[in-house]
């Protein structure tokens, strides 16, 4: 079973597979919300999935070590300071887990507040935060260097809560996003640094320790391989266990074979 039928079997609002061999556009193969990517990001390096599907490498500190989606019109539909059910997936293999930060996935704008997944200090961080002081992040070990690893988001809208998956596991307990107000309908996306380009200055988000990010010490170091979004879709902790298993090992209890299974049960209930 291939990566891509399950993320489309879950309804993914878009997914960026970061395979381009060429130009400036990773190209979004479910929707039109297309990312550009970075002049320093380089294209068409090996992967880490089980189909070889290839990813960008970002080196950590040149400018333009990005990817980016940067519509303030809703484009990857979804108000980021909202209750909002969101899910977020993406696959990566980091270069240096040292120092850092060094941004994954950052979503949001202004004020109104981030949705983030960084490494720092060896240790791998998935929340909120925003400008105001509000701020909730979930922590443990990040992975090893040198090898593909999956981190997911997943906001609640009615549990008022947000869960953080490293490699298919929950990390720590629930995070209490109650707190979260109406703010900034800005979704903007940056994948592998805190700013993208010059005209995308929002991303100033309040980090675990209270220090905001900022462009010239957020970069990330080394290869993003997939990136996919689910708006209004709050996926379950086996469903992030499975897409795991599948873009790793193209096996396991995939979504397909799941509901497969609950239909031929049912026929003999």
């Known amino acids: 079973m291939a990566f891509v039928d399950d993320v489309d079997t879950l309804g993914a609002t878009w997914h960026v597979r ?14 039109t919300d297309d990312f550009t990517i970075g002049a320093a990001a380089t294209l068409n390096q090996s992967g880490g999935g089980d ?12 400018t333009g070590n990005w990817i980016e989606n940067q519509s303030t019109t809703d484009g990857v539909s979804c108000d980021v300071a909202k209750q909002h059910n969101r899910s977020v997936f993406v696959a990566f293999k980091s270069d240096d887990n040292t120092a850092g930060p060094h941004v994954i996935w950052i979503q949001g704008g202004g004020t109104a507040g981030n949705f983030a997944i960084y490494i720092q200090d060896s240790n791998i961080y998935g929340g909120y935060g ?33 869960y953080f998956y490293l490699n298919g596991s929950q990390v720590g307990t629930a995070l209490d996003v109650s707190s979260i107000g109406t703010g900034n309908t800005a979704s903007l996306v940056v994948l592998g640094c805190a ?5 995308n200055s929002e991303h100033r988000l309040l980090n675990h320790d209270g220090n905001p990010f900022r462009d010239d010490r957020s970069e990330f170091d080394g ?42 049960i049912s026929n003999y209930i």
Not at 131 to 154: E, W
Not at 195 to 199: F, P, R
Not at 235 to 243: E, H, R
């Open 130 to 162: 925003q400008a105001s002081g509000l701020r909730t992040f979930a922590s443990t070990t990040a992975p090893a260097t040198g090898s593909f690893h999956t981190a997911a988001l997943v906001q609640d809208n009615t549990a008022e809560e947000l």
């Open 223 to 264: 290869v993003i391989d997939e990136a996919v979004y689910f708006s209004d879709i709050v996926l379950t902790s086996t469903q992030i266990n499975d897409l795991h298993d599948v873009y790793l090992n193209g096996s396991g209890t995939t979504v397909l074979q799941s509901i497969v299974r609950r239909s031929l």
């Open 195 to 199: 700013q993208g380009s010059s005209t």
């Open 51 to 62: 189909d070889g599907n290839a990813g960008i490498d970002l080196d950590g500190s040149t």
């Open 18 to 31: 970061l395979d381009e061999t060429s130009g400036t556009t990773a190209n979004d193969r479910v929707s």
